[in-house]
């Protein structure tokens, strides 16, 4: 490496996206790995699809080994200039109609108002059939 460091923009980087010019932005550092995609054990194109952003979190979930790692200087051709790499949007889950609880037992309430006379009247035919002596002959 030289004593000077090269700064890109993630525009610039964005730009050599496909096989014959492939660059990518792991920890703050651009590499030029088109002579490596032949090579990598995951294929070309697991390494295509992470140009034109931060592929730090796809870099660090495959989990590499250290060998990778040490590889990685060879490709390395300056830094990035983190201000143009757009910051990670917090995520928000989708909103959800409010769950009204004063419904629901209100919903128990009828359900039941309904379902404990039927149990009352089962119950009294259940009664009466089996009480009921049997006629002897």
């Given at each position: ?21 492939c660059w ?46 040490a590889m ?66």
């Open positions: 490496m030289d004593g000077e460091r090269k700064v890109y923009t993630l525009a610039e980087v964005s730009q050599h996206n496909h096989a014959k010019d990518l932005v792991i920890e703050g550092k651009v590499y030029n790995v088109t002579k490596f995609l032949e090579d990598h054990p995951g294929g070309d194109d697991v390494l295509l699809s992470s140009t034109g952003k931060d592929a730090s979190d796809d870099f660090e979930d495959v989990g590499h080994s250290s060998s990778a790692r990685m200087d060879e490709f390395y051709v300056g830094d990035i200039d983190t201000s143009t790499i757009p910051s990670k949007t917090k995520y928000t889950p989708p909103k959800q109609p409010h769950y009204d609880q004063d419904k629901t037992s209100e919903f128990v309430v009828k359900l039941l108002l309904f379902l404990v006379p039927l149990l009352i009247l089962g119950l009294a035919f259940g009664v009466r059939f089996y009480t009921k002596a049997p006629a002897s002959s």
